[in-house]
Nanobody, 125 residues
Framework: VQLQASGGGLVQAGGSLRLSCVSS????????LGWFRQAPEKEREAVAV????????YYAPSVKGRFAISRDNAKNTVYLQMDILRPEDTVVYYC???????????????????WGQGTQVTVSS
């Protein structure tokens, strides 16, 4: 299984970016997919998660209303639309894929089986 993330970059505060993650070797439509982020010396945290086969979603409180996760099963791709970006959103973002968690576990990494490489997002003030 491979997950290839792209779309990071430098943007001014208040701006937007869209991250993409293309997968291969995965039963994509049935997989839970997510975006995590990790700041230096901090734990990796779930940002947005979408389950397969119905697509229940989870958002971290800090991004709710600003970020949106979506999936295109025909393209084996998961997206993270990030709007109204803030300097504190500056970190490395990782895409993830895995099993079908219960709702209460969606905000954890317990369901993750595969990680993509990180993509840096930098928001200038």
């Amino acid at each position: 299984v491979q997950l290839q993330a792209s779309g990071g970059g430098l943007v001014q505060a208040g701006g937007s970016l869209r991250l993409s993650c293309v997968s291969s070797g995965l039963s994509f439509s049935r997989s839970t997919l997510g975006w995590f982020r990790q700041a230096p010396e901090k734990e990796r945290e779930a940002v947005a998660v979408i389950r397969g086969n119905g697509g229940a979603t989870y958002y971290a409180p800090s991004v709710k209303g600003r970020f949106a996760i979506s999936r295109d099963n025909a393209k084996n791709t998961v997206y993270l639309q990030m709007d109204i970006l803030r300097p504190e959103d500056t970190v490395v973002y990782y895409c993830a894929a895995g099993s079908h968690p219960i709702i209460s576990m969606m905000g954890t990494n317990a369901w993750v089986r595969y990680w993509g490489q990180g993509t840096q997002v930098t928001v200038s003030s």
